[in-house]
């Protein structure tokens, strides 16, 4: 049966007259649907399609915001217009997108002799789905075995030591438990009468996640029974029936991995471009010659496009369009350091069926003690929407409940939530563009990208060298990148020593991190220019009391260090004070 009369087949299970063409493997849909949830579905059914390298979405759904799209399409051209013809630089790579896949790139990049320019639209690095996530650097367990997510996820986890090592972030195999328990199958009970429900808990499932682990290059995976699930984590729920045990799980601080990365790149020569939005690009024929933002014009011999969520918006810029975005928003709680005692994994509890568009979240450690919940997998039409409601932060409570029971949900000091950026075939979009010569696609980089990005990164080199680029490597290279010296993780001799030489390591400015105002001076001479950008770096924020003793201070030396008005001081794209600042003139 052709593509076409696959796709057909799929279409006529919607009440809709949706039209669609194929041009090259790529699947393009136009009409409208009632709901977002029926445009999400549809996509979704028309990826699956085998044969199909992707869906560009342009059915409407009752509610679009025509509008919006409308006056946002014409600042668009509007800034392009004004900044077309400022030339800013020439590179031989523009890389779009300072997440951590945009970062990764950058640094790789940066081992060869090439110039290299980054462009973030934000204030900072790191800002986007790369610092809402639970740092969980999976395993490879749970990705489809035919997929490049599996791929380069089980090849991304090997290469964290190494990573982790040169650019002097805290990283942890802390291992992880997939627990299964009564609810494990309880959907299906009634078709396993008797012993084969106990049967298939105790001994089927586990078996079978093993062998899918075995089969996805996953090593080391043991399974679990009676006391030996309590010697591995002795505060899981009591009901476990059995565990899959996969040691190769880690944790890091994603914002801290993203941050070292931009350091080090920066450190080898590529140029970090931040509050510099793409709005269009100049090109002859079918090859991009600049790239243009609201700074001007980047004349360029290569193009990646790590734009996250932004990935196809920037792709139809570039006559390269080849899929649509539709984000995915998570909802992660966080808990203080006190409850750090009660869980030495990362843990699940198996629950069948399986979430469709999710792994289905659990319960974290994080690398600095304290103990993350989540995430949900919701579609949402808005890709900045990263809002939490009562009912989210609810849902993850009553459904990580059980897996330990008598933790202390008193404890949570902060939720937040990000932006996925999946594509509807659900798979890692790594390739040279098929309409423009010198545009890579780095989409859809979801789950688990995090786990998969140095992999990703040496991926995209290697495109990028099929690609016609010459890659000719530096001697000077430099891999290792030093980090800001920690008060908390001092020894009182060095502590002691440090205060000697500049008082500002005494000064502690915030009490529950222990972060002194030398460090936070360190980091905006790192180039952290608001409130977010120094907690990133610093961890000045982040403890039990979340700001509420040292906002203030760490914004006035922020505005000292930086020479301009604390009403001036951004918390992260936005002011932080509303009006005027006591102390300071009208």
Known sequence: MSLERRIARVLREFPYDVKFEVKDGIVFLYGSVNSYEDWVELGLKVGSVKGVEGVVNKVKWRGYPEEEMRKKEEKRKRTFEENKDKIVGEYDVVIIGGGVIGCGIARELSKYKVKVALLEKSTDVATGASKANNGMIHPGVAPPRKSLKRVLNVKGNAMYEKWAREL?????????????????????????????????????????????????????????????????????????????????????????????????????????????????????????????????????????????????????LAGAREYTIHPRKGVELLFSRDTGHLIRHCLAEIVFPMPKRTKGGGINPTIHGNVIWGPTAVEIPDKEDTSVKREEINEILEKYKNIIPEFPKGELIRYFAGVRAPTF????????????????????????????????????????????????????????????????????????????EDPRWGRIVCTCEVVSEAEIVEAIRRGATTLDAVKRRTRAGMGKCQGSYCTIRIAEIIARELGISLKDVLKEERPLFDGIVRGEEE
């Open 168 to 316: 002097n972030f805290r990283f942890k195999r802390v291992g992880s438990l997939w627990i299964i328990t009564p609810r494990t199958l309880a959907a299906y009970k009634k078709y396993l009468p008797g012993p084969l429900y106990w049967i298939a808990l105790k001994y089927v499932i586990p078996w079978a996640i093993k062998l899918k682990g075995i089969l996805n290059g996953v090593k080391g995976i043991r399974v679990l029974r009676g006391r030996k699930i309590w010697e591995y984590e002795p505060h899981v729920t009591r009901d476990a029936v059995a565990a899959v045990y996969i040691p190769s799980t880690g944790i890091v601080d994603p914002y801290e991995v993203t941050i070292a990365l931009a350091e080090n790149a920066k450190e080898n020569g590529v140029d970090i471009y931040l509050k510099t939005e793409v709005v269009g690009f100049l090109k002859e024929g079918d090859i991009i010659r600049g790239v243009v933002t609201n700074r001007g014009t980047f004349l360029c011999r290569y193009v990646v496009n790590a734009a996250g969520v932004y990935a196809d918006e920037v792709a139809e």
């Open 425 to 500: 075939t659900e798979d890692f979009i790594i390739r040279p563009a098929i309409w423009v010569k010198n545009f890579l696609h780095v989409a859809g980089i979801q789950s688990p990208g995090l786990a998969s990005a140095p992999a990703i990164a040496e991926y995209a080199i290697e495109n990028l060298r099929r690609m016609g680029l010459k890659l000719e490597r530096k001697e000077e290279f430099n891999p290792y990148r030093e980090p800001i010296p920690s008060v908390a993780e001092m020894s009182l001799e060095e502590l002691e020593r440090r205060i000697k």
